[in-house]
């Protein structure tokens, strides 16, 4: 079974540099297929946004295609409340979390072990830190549930495949990591009571990868060392944005 991993007291804050805006109208995001599976039972996504627009759903993360195939996804209702959503199937599980404030920034991780024998423990949700534990709807996942994320399938940053709902805003420092369930801790940590970015320094798996869009003539080059760069759609150079998270240096 995955362990959890504690924070690394020893990784001080750091600055994220920049950040990527997808715009709706354009239908913007970023697509990457595995070459193989990976471990569709334990794995961990992190990744920073703001939300401009709270007028329609809008896609964060997403392994698969709806309704075609089996697929996991984190994304936002129209006015910014978190979802979880999985679909293997014709079955739907599904997690909603309350209304975030749109217009500022959210740390959101989703660690996911369907091995773990408590079923509270299968698919954990942070935002900002802390763990969502009140659901509108609460359907357990299976033990040893394969997930549609990391499935030798198009994944999708920014867009629900089948459906649309792109994401309207920012995205930066994201991460997906192979076979191990995370908390928040591993990606941040409060600063003088600011939710702040440290530097990821685990293990990514195989089919890991870091976004952190600093290239942007490279805008979806895997920084992890993995080489599982994402292909951009309809995004170009000047989509690459300084508005970042919040920083509180040492």
């Not at 804050?13 to 950040?19: D, K, L, M, V």
């Not at 080059?221 to 994402?230: F, I, L, P, T």
């Amino acid at each position: 079974m995955a362990t959890i991993k504690p924070a690394n007291s020893a990784v001080a804050p750091f600055a994220i540099t920049n950040s990527l805006q997808l715009d709706v109208a354009d239908s913007a995001h970023l697509t990457f297929t595995p070459d193989d599976a990976g471990n569709q039972r334990v794995w961990t996504f992190s990744g920073w946004v703001k939300v401009f627009n709270t007028s329609s759903n809008k896609t964060i993360f997403m392994g698969g295609t709806h309704p075609t195939a089996p697929y996991g996804k984190v994304g936002s209702e129209g006015t910014f409340t978190i979802r979880v959503n999985y679909i293997i199937g014709s079955t739907g599980y599904f997690y909603v979390d309350g209304d975030l404030a749109h217009s500022e920034w959210h740390h959101i991780v989703w660690a996911v072990d369907t091995t773990d024998s408590t079923q509270n423990n299968r698919s954990r949700l942070y935002v900002n830190g802390s763990e969502i534990t009140t659901w509108a709807a609460d359907n357990k996942l299976a033990i040893n549930l394969d997930t549609g994320v990391n499935a030798a399938h198009e994944h999708q940053i920014g867009e629900m495949a089948g459906v649309g709902n792109y994401w309207n805003g920012l995205m930066a420092e994201m991460h997906f990591v192979d076979g191990t369930q995370l908390t928040p801790a591993a990606f941040a940590e409060d600063e003088d009571g600011t939710w702040t970015a440290i530097e990821y320094e685990g293990s990514y798996g195989t089919n890991g990868w870091h976004l952190d869009f600093k290239d942007n003539s490279d805008i979806g080059a895997d920084v992890s060392g993995n080489g599982n760069d994402w292909a951009p759609q309809n995004l170009a150079s000047g989509d690459v944005k300084t508005d970042v998270p919040p920083y509180v240096g040492d």
